[in-house]
């Protein structure tokens, strides 16, 4: 599975946009970027993961650049409790034990 | 409510004093998995089942077994525990069939061993 890199910390003001980047300039054809998000040692709770097409949900928006070297996730009006460490995951379907290869993600705080 | 639990949620034990954390989900997924978290090393697999009677290693194994006699659970053993695997410990499950990508996680279980 191809490598990702994150910032280590980010901050945002509470009900603005946070953009959370990710580079995966080694990913491949048939991998699929994952965003899975850790609350204060919680389980990672999973957010939202894409192919080549932009993707919307609930959570969050996945914006994907045409080469696919990069991600960036969008939380469109950040909350507290959204503070959490973000990780973008790379991996392929055929990843036969579906293992999940967490990095060290972004730290994100979200400030009043 | 669809989830993953596992018990107990902290455990303080000593070295060789054997050790089972259980770990449940109700959403009839057939692939479970054991992380485990340390500072420094993200999350690392241990052990994962991606069916009833069959499991196969992760990247961290040793010192840990692992049976999956039943669909919904999947428990973790330590035969001997040391030191060394003082964690925090997250099981998890999704579907197999290739239509969902979401793995859910359990809560979590902080494990001590001194």
């Known amino acids: 599975d191809a490598k990702t890199t994150q910032p280590t910390s980010m901050d945002c003001a509470e009900g603005r946009a946070a953009n959370l980047p990710c580079n995966h300039s080694t990913i491949s054809g048939n991998e699929y970027v994952y965003w899975y998000r850790q609350i204060h040692s919680q389980g990672p709770q999973y957010i939202i993961h894409?192919?080549?097409n932009n993707e919307t949900n609930e959570m969050a928006s996945l914006i994907i650049t045409e080469d696919r070297k990069s991600s960036t996730l969008i939380l469109p009006h950040a909350t507290l409790r959204d503070t959490a460490v973000y990780y973008c995951i790379v991996r392929s379907y055929n990843n036969a034990g579906n293992m999940l290869t967490f990095g060290g993600g972004t730290r994100l705080m979200v400030k009043p | 409510e669809a989830q993953v639990t596992q018990n107990p949620r902290y455990l303080i034990t000593v070295t060789g004093k054997k050790l089972t954390v259980t770990c449940s989900q109700n959403m009839n997924h057939e692939y479970m998995s054991w992380y485990r978290q340390d500072p420094g090393l993200g999350l690392r697999q241990i052990y994962y089942s991606m069916n009833v009677e069959v499991t196969d290693k992760g990247d961290v194994p040793e010192g840990y077994k692992v049976s999956r006699k039943e669909k919904r659970n999947f428990p973790l053993i330590l035969e001997s525990p040391s030191p060394n695997q003082t964690s925090l410990y997250f099981c998890a499950s999704r579907k197999q069939d290739g239509s969902s990508y979401e793995q859910y996680f359990g809560p979590g279980t902080r494990l001590t061993v001194t």
């Open positions: 894409g192919l080549k």
